[in-house]
């Protein structure tokens, strides 16, 4: 069974940084597309990132040249790094399996301040 735990999350300041983790287990990591979503109150989930098994990135156009994706399939995690983080960033952040069996995580929250 695939399990996909999310941290990293919090509370911080316009203009400032947060890195979040997807501790990913049940699933043959290495050969994985993952991706992070967020959903903001009143607002559908949106796809923020996506890395390929090969390293091969994509971004929303609201977080490129600000957000960053990252694996180590070593330890069968994958990264968001958010800097230059705006009040419009805060959402609940999802980790998702995107291959077979299409797994979501549980979501941390982010809250960006003015």
């Known amino acids: 069974q695939v399990q996909l735990v999310e941290s990293g999350g919090g509370m911080v300041q316009a203009g400032g940084s947060l890195r979040l983790s997807c501790a990913a287990s049940?699933?043959?990591?290495?050969?994985?597309?993952m991706g992070w979503y967020r959903q903001a109150p009143g607002k559908q989930r949106e796809l923020v990132a996506v890395?390929?098994?090969?390293?091969?990135?994509n971004f929303a156009d609201s977080v490129k040249g600000r957000f960053t994706i990252a694996r180590d399939n070593a330890k069968n995690t994958v990264y968001l790094q958010m800097n230059s983080l705006k009040p419009e960033d805060t959402a609940v952040y999802y980790c998702?399996?995107?291959?077979?069996?299409?797994?979501w995580g549980r979501g941390t929250q982010v809250t960006v301040s003015s």
């Open positions: 049940g699933t043959l990591f290495s050969i994985v597309t």
């Open positions: 890395i390929t098994d090969g390293g091969s990135t």
């Open positions: 998702r399996l995107l291959s077979p069996p299409n797994s």
